[in-house]
């Protein structure tokens, strides 16, 4: 089945740039997500990305589709302490009802 | 406009008891899953309803069952606790097909 990876753990100082990565398998992968979860709550949706896109940028937001390598990067310049959450990244295929979600990275902002 | 609430927000259930989380949506989705999050697995697939009338079976759907009320409602049932089940549960509705999920808040359960 289709499997989504990310590394567990991401430390930064604020004011630098945070790049987050993400690789999945499924190759028929229409639409890719960017979440954001803080403590004690639900996940919310960042920013997505078609598949025939290469990149998209929203405000302090990038993100970069690498379809060859099936790679998702996203890019959060001047990185805050309110950026510090759990960093989703999910895939969905055309036909599927449902989306496939990494295991999370933990982004932690240093003073 | 509230979009995704469940209740209650946290849970305490000894080891057989039995609960009903609930899920309601305002945001007129086709598809409600319920998602369980354990630490360093993500979030798990435990049932989905594609629309009003069906539901099916996610990844991990043992000791679980369901209900699609109607459009705006999807509850999670727990027959008989057990402490793997202990988790942070969460529902979400989709409009469509490539539509991005909208999350409820959580409810935090603890089996003991």
């Known amino acids: 089945g289709e499997d989504v990876e990310q590394s567990l753990f991401l430390s930064v100082r604020e004011g630098d740039s945070s790049v987050i990565n993400c690789t999945y398998t499924?190759?028929?992968?229409?639409?890719l997500y960017w979440y954001k979860q803080e403590p004690g709550a639900g996940l919310q949706l960042l920013t997505y990305i078609f598949s025939n896109m290469d990149m998209k940028q929203d405000q302090r937001l990038t993100v970069l589709l690498n379809k060859k390598d099936k790679h998702l990067s996203l890019r959060i310049a001047d990185t805050q302490t309110g950026d510090s959450a759990i960093y989703f990244c999910a895939e969905s295929e055309g036909s599927a009802r449902q989306l496939t979600f990494g295991s999370g990275t933990q982004l932690t902002v240093l003073p | 406009n509230a979009g995704v609430t469940q209740t209650p927000k946290f849970q305490v259930l000894k080891t057989g008891q039995s609960m009903t989380l609930q899920c309601a949506q305002d945001?007129?989705?086709?598809?409600m899953y319920w998602y369980r999050q354990d630490p360093g697995m993500g979030l798990r697939l435990i049932y989905y309803s594609a629309s009003e009338g069906t539901t099916d079976k996610g990844e991990v759907p043992n000791g679980y069952n369901v209900s699609r009320l109607n459009k705006r409602e999807f509850s999670l049932r727990l027959e008989s606790a057990a402490p793997s089940q202990t988790s942070v549960y969460f529902c979400a509705g989709r409009g469509g097909e490539n539509s991005p999920l909208h999350f409820g808040n959580g409810t935090r359960l603890t089996v003991t």
């Open positions: 945001m007129n989705h086709n598809s």
């Open positions: 499924d190759s028929s992968s229409t639409y």
